[in-house]
Nanobody, 123 residues
Framework: VQLQASGGGLVQAGGSLRLSCAAS????????MGWFRQAPGKEREFVAG????????NYADSVKGRFTISRDNAKDTVYLQMNSLKPEDTAVYSC?????????????????WGQGTLVTVSS
């Protein structure tokens, strides 16, 4: 499984960005997908996860109401729409795939990882 994240960049506080993660896999719909982020000097943290069908989502408290995760199984792609961005959202964002049934939030439960895309939010 190969994952390619894109869409990062520099945005002012209050702005929006949409991240994409394209998967090279024959059975994308069989994977739970997640987004994680890691800020400089901080540990990697869970941002959002989505079930295999897209019917269930889970978010970190810090992004609830601002971020939306979605997926298009026909395009083998998962998205992260980020609105009302704050400087504390600045981090490298990575997508990951898990061979699980339920949406999980712990990074050891994810089996495959893409390279990160940098999001910088200026104040």
């Amino acid at each position: 499984v190969q994952l390619q994240a894109s869409g990062g960049g520099l945005v002012q506080a209050g702005g929006s960005l949409r991240l994409s993660c394209a998967a090279s896999v024959r059975t994308f719909s069989s994977y739970v997908m997640g987004w994680f982020r890691q800020a400089p000097g901080k540990e990697r943290e869970f941002v959002a996860g989505i079930s295999r069908t897209g019917g269930t989502t889970n978010y970190a408290d810090s992004v609830k109401g601002r971020f939306t995760i979605s997926r298009d199984n026909a395009k083998d792609t998962v998205y992260l729409q980020m609105n009302s961005l704050k400087p504390e959202d600045t981090a490298v964002y990575s997508c990951a795939a898990a061979q699980t049934i339920r949406v999980v939030s712990a990074y050891p439960q994810y089996d495959y990882w893409g390279q990160g895309t940098l999001v910088t939010v200026s104040s």
